[in-house]
Nanobody, 128 residues
Framework: QVQLVESGGDSVEVGGSLRLSCAAS??????????MAWFRQAPGKEREGVAA???????YYDESVKDRFTISQDNAKNTLYLQMNSLKPEDTAMYYC????????????????????WGQGTQVTVSS
């Protein structure tokens, strides 16, 4: 059973930085998901895809976070990261880690339905 556990959420001021982590467990030796991603959900809004990293290292970023956020993974530690810089109040949200084992294509944006595994979330609050 794959489990994803996020950490690193906090309250920061505008312009600050945070690094989120997502520890993945439950994969057998050598097993890796096809894609791991970060989604976020602000109060009263739908969950949206922020960034993703695929087998082979290719990445996807939503336009709203390009040049500010960086997604990476440490395969030896089975951990996914999201480095968030130049944070804005609109980045305030619950951030979720997601993973999927089977290949899929990204069209205009990341879709929740493409991912089979989810973490419980970690809260990021950006105040001015």
């Amino acid at each position: 059973q794959v489990q994803l556990v996020e950490s690193g959420g906090d309250s920061v001021e505008v312009g600050g930085s945070l690094r989120l982590s997502c520890a993945a467990s439950g994969y057998s030796d050598g097993g890796r998901p096809y894609c791991m991603a970060w989604f976020r959900q602000a109060p009263g809004k739908e969950r949206e895809g922020v960034a993703a990293i695929f087998t082979g290292g290719s990445t996807y970023y939503d336009e709203s976070v390009k040049d500010r956020f960086t997604i990476s993974q440490d395969n030896a530690k089975n951990t996914l990261y999201l480095q968030m810089n130049s944070l804005k109040p609109e980045d305030t949200a619950m951030y979720y880690c997601a993973a999927e084992d089977f290949p899929f294509k990204v069209h205009s944006r990341l879709e929740e339905t493409d991912f089979g595994y989810w973490g419980q979330g970690t809260q990021v609050t950006v105040s001015s």
